[in-house]
């Protein structure tokens, strides 16, 4: 069992840009959350997505958006990059019970 | 409003003494807390969870608590070594509307464990 792959683990883009990140959730698990992490900064939740839709959302603006496919993985999407979007993007997958499992982050860097 | 406060600053302490970090929140009301542990570029590594109904839950050298009446949870490292040098997180386990939960992190204790 892989865990859970995020891909890729670095990328550096320019303000105004926009950037795809991927997760792989851990097998047998239907849920994915996705969390930005600033240095210094604990996680924060962006959003969760369950059975492909997006089921809750946390106070993020609307230049952050998702998408979860039939086979569970997801993606992130940021438009309009912003150098403040500069941070460790983590996704965590469950299966509705009481563990999440994260993957290794995706770090954003943006100039 | 909702926080969730842990010591910002770095705990130093020596091998083999006992390290104690503390999570402190206002305004929730959660199922469950949870502690990970998070290394420098790493996502977070889940260690252990305490329901609200539980005062104390051990896992090897690790001990948690939970105080509902406090709204606090204590993490308890015994006989600490070099390897435990991390930043560790309280995460407070919500129930959404769906049913399904969602973590909300505090923003950490770095620990740093001198030989």
């Known amino acids: 069992d892989a865990g859970v792959t995020q891909s890729p683990t670095h990328l550096i883009k320019t303000r105004g840009q926009q950037v795809t990140l991927r997760c792989s959730p851990k097998s047998g698990h239907d849920t994915v959350s996705w969390y930005q992490q600033a240095l210094g900064q604990g996680p924060q939740f962006i959003f969760q997505?369950?059975?492909?839709?997006?089921?809750q959302r946390g106070n993020f603006p609307d230049r952050f958006s998702g998408h979860q496919f039939p086979n569970y993985s997801s993606e992130l999407n940021v438009n309009a990059l912003l150098l403040g979007d500069s941070a460790l993007y983590l996704c965590a997958s469950s299966a509705g019970g009481l563990l999440a499992f994260f993957g290794q982050g995706t770090r954003l860097t943006v100039v | 409003s909702q926080k969730i406060e842990q010591n910002s600053e770095a705990l130093n302490i020596q091998e083999g003494k006992t390290a104690t970090l503390t999570c402190n929140y206002t305004n929730y009301s959660p199922a469950y807390l949870q502690w990970y542990r998070q290394d420098p570029g790493r996502g977070p590594v889940f260690l252990l969870l305490i329901r609200e109904n539980e005062k104390e839950k051990r896992k090897e050298r690790l001990k948690v608590t939970f105080d509902t009446t406090l709204k606090q949870s204590l993490f308890h490292i015994t006989a600490s070594q070099p390897a435990d040098s991390a930043t560790y997180l309280c995460?407070?386990?919500?129930?959404?509307?769906?049913?399904?939960?969602?973590?909300?992190f505090g923003s950490g204790t770095r620990l740093q464990v001198q030989p």
């Open positions: 995460a407070l386990d919500t129930f959404m509307d769906t049913g399904r939960r969602a973590l909300t």
């Open positions: 997505y369950y059975e492909e839709e997006e089921r």
